[in-house]
């Protein structure tokens, strides 16, 4: 005899009753993923200080109830300040206040800038952004997020490591335009970020604008004319008795050589009849005739002795 349907469904049939749970199950867990997935506000995912990336591990601090999210404004900063292309830069504070009964760990502290002409963005590369630390001026990134804005990523100079309930934080931003920005940017609007990890970043309710100027080019220097050049006027020419004295003051004085001296002549003895030197000198031509001479007179005188001799 066959067993009926609704029989069968009425005896509770346990394999079918597993499968019925199995299935509920399913659907249970499906439901509660897509209202958690509605219900989560994905504006922020794209446009704060910390990247969009999936944790990893769960967080190893036990896990606190927040009443509320964080509050940031701008702390000590004047609106309407001029940016200037390729000029000073100027300083921005963020102030980040805890007010949810529970303390935050790791909060960063952001500055977002946007351009107010519509369809006209930013370039990060035409911006230099610092955050004041330690006494010095560490450099921030920029990056783009969902909108044509740019915000600073989070750093360890711009990050609060503890922020207390009831405590407010403070940092302090400068900015700096490259002097290669389009001229077509006239002004920039500021605002203000907080985020703690996996939550969502909060925002200023108000932004600041700031006109930016772009310095005119220096005009090229003129250049000077060169004068006539005025010949210099000739000197009258001092008298030859008057240049000889400065003559001799400025021309060094010639050492003379050395010339070797005539060996002195030696006085032959009496009788001796003295050779004549050869050369051309007066003194030696006198000396060769002077012994001439005398040579002469010694032969007459004793060809005369020998005469008077002969006649004795």
Same mark, same amino acid.
């Given at each position: 005899?066959?067993?009926?349907?609704?029989?069968?469904?009425?005896?509770?049939?346990?394999?079918?009753?597993?499968?019925?749970?199995?299935?509920?199950?399913?659907?249970?867990?499906?439901?509660?993923?897509?209202?958690?997935?509605?219900?989560?506000?994905?504006?922020?995912?794209c446009a704060g200080?910390?990247?969009?990336?999936?944790?990893?591990?769960?967080? @190893?601090?036990?896990?606190? @109830?927040?009443?509320? #999210?964080?509050?940031?404004?701008?702390?000590?900063?004047?609106?309407?300040?001029?940016?200037?292309?390729?000029?000073p830069k100027v #300083?921005?504070?963020?102030? *980040?206040?805890?007010?949810?009964?529970?303390?935050?760990?790791?909060?960063?502290?952001?500055?977002?800038?946007?351009?107010?002409?519509?369809?006209?963005?930013?370039?990060?590369?035409?911006?230099?952004?610092?955050?004041?630390?330690?006494?010095?001026?560490?450099?921030?990134?920029?990056?783009?997020?969902?909108?044509?804005?740019?915000?600073?990523?989070?750093?360890?100079? &711009?990050?609060?490591?503890?922020?207390?309930?009831?405590?407010?934080?403070?940092?302090?931003?400068?900015?700096?335009?490259?002097?290669?920005?389009?001229?077509?940017?006239?002004? *920039?609007?500021?605002?203000?970020?907080?985020?703690?990890?996996?939550?969502?970043?909060?925002?200023?309710?108000?932004?600041?604008?700031?006109?930016?100027?772009?310095?005119?080019?220096?005009?090229?220097?003129?250049?000077? @004319?060169?004068?006539?050049?005025?010949?210099?006027?000739?000197?009258?020419?001092?008298?030859?008795?008057?240049?000889?004295?400065?003559?001799?003051? &400025?021309?060094?004085?010639?050492?003379?050589?050395?010339?070797?001296?005539?060996?002195?002549?030696? @006085?032959?003895?009496?009788?001796?009849? #003295?050779?004549?030197? &050869?050369?051309?000198?007066?003194?030696?031509?006198?000396?060769?005739?002077?012994?001439?001479?005398?040579?002469?007179?010694?032969?007459?005188?004793?060809?005369?002795?020998?005469?008077?001799?002969?006649?004795?």
């Amino acid at each position: 005899m066959r067993t009926s349907v609704i029989t069968r469904f009425a005896k509770n049939d346990r394999p079918l009753s597993g499968r019925r749970r199995l299935a509920a199950l399913a659907a249970t867990t499906l439901l509660v993923g897509g209202v958690q997935f509605l219900a989560t506000d994905t504006a922020w995912a794209c446009a704060g200080p910390y990247p969009v990336t999936a944790p990893t591990s769960a967080p @190893t601090a036990p896990a606190v @109830t927040h009443d509320g #999210e964080l509050q940031a404004g701008f702390h000590q900063t004047r609106d309407g300040q001029t940016l200037t292309a390729g000029g000073p830069k100027v #300083e921005v504070g963020v102030g *980040i206040a805890n007010f949810t009964g529970a303390p935050y760990e790791n909060v960063a502290a952001a500055i977002s800038l946007f351009n107010p002409v519509p369809g006209a963005g930013l370039r990060p590369q035409d911006f230099t952004v610092e955050v004041a630390s330690g006494g010095t001026w560490k450099p921030v990134s920029l990056e783009h997020g969902c909108d044509p804005s740019l915000h600073t990523t989070a750093t360890p100079a &711009t990050v609060i490591k503890h922020l207390e309930n009831g405590r407010a934080e403070h940092r302090l931003f400068r900015i700096g335009l490259s002097s290669k920005a389009p001229k077509e940017l006239k002004s *920039i609007t500021v605002s203000v970020l907080g985020q703690a990890p996996h939550s969502k970043a909060v925002g200023s309710d108000s932004y600041l604008t700031f006109p930016v100027a772009h310095p005119a080019a220096p005009a090229p220097k003129p250049t000077a @004319t060169a004068k006539p050049t005025t010949p210099a006027k000739a000197k009258p020419a001092a008298p030859a008795a008057d240049q000889a004295p400065a003559q001799a003051d &400025t021309t060094p004085t010639a050492v003379p050589s050395a010339t070797p001296s005539a060996a002195p002549a030696t @006085t032959a003895p009496a009788g001796t009849p #003295e050779l004549a030197h &050869t050369g051309a000198s007066t003194t030696n031509t006198f000396l060769a005739l002077t012994s001439a001479v005398l040579l002469a007179l010694g032969a007459g005188v004793l060809t005369a002795v020998r005469r008077l001799r002969t006649r004795r």
